[in-house]
């Protein structure tokens, strides 16, 4: 039996933090969003270079037009999808939906109502992307083309002086005490100083790449290679065993595919049949990685992928019942199709041996920047690179004969630190 919608009910698929659990806190900001969209109208702004582009794509595709016509009309006609709290009607066309990108491409993200919209994109397209036309508009290489130019327009704004406005204490600020509660003691934990403009920092890139202060997060048995540290700060989503080369990803038990992962790498046959420890970092976590082992870099790849395709297993799945977690519930499908960077490490201990890093973007800037290349030797805790603005989830997996056993104390979406143990490699 279906369950039935309730927007007043917190959403408790949203995990990491980037969208509210609470569906009338998205509703309200998506309302200002197109009041504000709706006053530029009247004051004739015109729109970014970029997003006209975007529009002469859909315009001029005939498959890519059907797409973002459709995605909009297989939107249900009934509440929740057709209303927002003011009873005007929800995003339902792709004029609105591009002059709405325009503005969120000109800002910085901030907390709305003591919560963040940190996918203000995802949350435009929240219900479209749970149709059979979004899935097909969305898994478009030339669409994803089209959002990754888009994206190096957001990027660049967010790397300016001007997009550290955000990072006050006003309310909607970074630097709030609402804010400040879901980042503890970040004085003390994060590089920063709060007697400078923005606690110094440069823009809103330099904050949500923020590093550690001296210290914090010391790497757990540095010389002991029989162990496996955590690579990210982040939340534990998935574990599996038995990795098979192929498998329907896109099922709802979103099996992994091994070579869909690794992009049919020349070293993904190596680890059919091996075992993946997935972890997602949450908005306000720390965003950069680090190796989990003591070992030299084989290789690193970097692979286009997508931003917004969401499994088809999830989407509209009964009368009034969306699937309002956008990416986050997609996560191992993500791990096939998404914005990816893969980072090949040959461990010191030969139990271990050749070993792979998936860092997976998620929805927005997506940016997965490497900073170790081939032949770099690392140690446990040295950083192998980092998320830029976007959603993240990453994966840790490992060759069948290395028999890796992961620690049974940490539970699903439990914390799980940076540079903490989270692995043990029996001597064979």
């Known amino acids: 039996m279906p369950h039935h919608y309730d927007r007043f009910t917190p959403v ?28 530029r109208r009247q004051d004739k702004v015109e729109w970014d270079p970029v997003i006209q582009e975007f529009q002469h794509l859909i315009e001029n595709n005939a498959e890519i037009y059907m797409a973002f016509h459709e995605m909009f009309e297989q939107v249900p006609t009934k509440p929740p999808y057709n209303n927002d709290p003011t009873g005007k009607p929800q995003v339902r ?36 992307m749970g149709t059979p036309a979004g899935f097909r508009a969305f898994t478009d290489p030339k669409v994803n083309a089209m959002f990754h130019k888009m994206f190096k327009v957001w990027s660049t704004y967010l790397g300016t002086t001007e ?35 923005h606690w110094g920092f440069q823009s809103w890139d330099d904050f949500f790449t923020r590093l550690f202060r001296p210290g914090i997060r010391p790497v757990e048995a540095p010389d002991d290679d029989s162990i496996v540290n955590s690579a990210c700060e982040s939340n534990l989503y998935k574990t599996a065993t ?35 420890w997935q972890a997602f970092l949450s908005a306000t976590n720390y965003h950069r990685w680090a190796s989990p082992v003591n070992g030299k870099i084989v290789k690193t790849v970097n692979i286009e992928g997508t931003y917004y395709a969401e499994s088809p297993a999830t989407g509209f799945l009964g009368e009034g ?38 860092a997976v973007g998620m929805a927005e800037v997506s940016t997965c920047e490497v900073t170790v290349k081939r032949g770099d030797t690392v140690k446990k805790g040295d950083q192998l690179g980092m998320f830029h603005f976007g959603g993240s989830t990453h994966c840790l997996i490992f060759r069948p004969q290395t028999n890796i056993q992961f620690r049974k104390n940490f539970k699903l979406q439990d914390p799980v630190n940076l540079n903490i143990a989270i692995a043990d490699v029996p001597p064979q």
């Open 12 to 39: 408790r698929h949203r995990v990491g933090g980037w969208l509210p659990t609470d569906q009338r806190v998205l509703e309200a900001w998506l309302e200002k969003k197109i009041k504000a969209v709706q006053h």
């Open 321 to 358: 019942d969306p699937d309002p977690a956008g990416p986050n519930e997609s996560q191992s499908f993500i791990t096939a199709i998404a914005a990816r960077a893969l980072v090949f490490i040959e461990a010191d201990n030969k139990n271990i041996g050749l070993m792979c890093f998936v």
């Open 242 to 276: 038995n990795i098979q080369k192929h498998d329907k990803f896109w099922l709802k038990c979103e099996p992994y595919s091994l070579f869909h992962m690794l992009n049919n790498d020349e070293y993904a046959e190596q680890f059919v049949g091996g075992s993946i």
């Open 163 to 197: 997009s550290a406005g955000v990072l006050n204490s006003n309310p909607g600020g970074w630097l709030s005490p609402d804010a400040l509660e879901k980042m503890p003691d970040f004085v003390n934990t994060y590089v920063c100083d709060p007697f400078l403009p």
């Open 93 to 128: 066309d792709y004029i609105l939906m591009l002059d709405l990108f325009n503005l969120i491409i000109g800002e910085a993200p901030q907390y709305e109502d003591n919560d963040l919209v940190g996918f203000p994109i995802n949350a435009i397209l929240d219900w479209p």
